[in-house]
């Protein structure tokens, strides 16, 4: 059985979950996988009714959690088991919000000629951004990244030939992400330019600003920390896959 509601209940739904940001903005579905399950559930109990219902989730192909809470891992491992599931659990990422966006210094003046080529990527660059993507690399990928460059703001700086050399992109929950720079353009400031422009643009938005980090990318974290972003210790996802056991 299915609730369906009404736009009431979905607008008092709405501000409910606002209470919880970053926590309870999720995945959408996406071509990475066969189909993307986001759930987001503060009682175990609940939860764990929820994932047993066949009704509610698709018990008979494979699909990935789109952000899950660490804190009920166990939980949603027994139910796959019950489900006759495997689980793979990838890194877990550490949340980082930016509580207050304005005092993040703005450009200074030593880089205002690099930000002068301040520019916004366009599906044409998805190729180069899937290469450096840690989970990209495939066909799945690409089509993943130029989806999100067509719907969401992105950045990169351009080199004199009008080639992106660093980038940021917004993944569809919010998040930023996708932040690299190449080897070659490192150690320029490249990435506290593009944070902090991204900053801003998501602050006018009114989107909260905050990324996922995983937790042995040590350089993400000592970069978006001296931005200004503190870790939430209360938030911690994973995004894991589930498969049915192999006959």
Not at 48 to 61: R, S
Not at 175 to 200: C, I, N, Q, S
Not at 212 to 231: A, M, R
Request: with cysteine; net charge negative; hydrophobic share 40%.
């Amino acid at each position: 059985m299915f609730l369906l509601l009404n736009e009431e209940k979905l607008l008092t739904l709405e501000k409910a979950l606002q209470n919880y940001l970053p926590a309870s903005i999720k995945d959408e579905t996406n071509n990475l996988v066969e189909s993307t399950l986001t759930v987001f559930s503060k009682d175990q109990s609940s939860l764990y009714h929820l994932l047993m219902d066949d009704n509610v989730v698709n018990w008979t192909t494979c699909f990935m959690f789109g952000g899950i809470d660490t804190g009920v891992l166990e939980l949603v491992k027994d139910v796959a088991a019950c489900k006759k599931f495997t689980i793979s659990i990838p890194d877990c990422s550490c949340a980082m919000i930016l509580e207050k966006p304005d005092d993040l210094c703005d450009i200074t003046p030593e880089m205002t000629d690099v930000a002068s080529r301040i520019s916004c990527l366009d599906p044409s660059h998805a190729q180069i951004v899937n290469r450096s993507w840690k989970f990209g690399n495939d066909d799945s990928g690409l089509q993943f990244v130029k989806n999100i460059l067509e719907k969401f703001p992105s950045y990169c700086i351009l080199d004199e030939t009008d080639n992106p050399v660093s980038w940021i992109l917004t993944y569809q929950y919010g998040a930023m992400g996708l932040l690299y720079t190449l080897p070659e353009h490192r150690g320029k400031g490249f990435a506290k330019l593009l944070v902090t422009k991204m900053v801003k643009v998501l602050q006018n938005l009114g989107y909260p600003i905050y990324c996922f980090v995983e937790e042995e990318n040590t350089k993400s974290y000592q970069l978006f920390e001296k931005l200004g972003f503190k870790e939430a210790p209360d938030i911690r996802f994973s995004w894991p896959w589930c498969r049915p056991f192999q006959k």
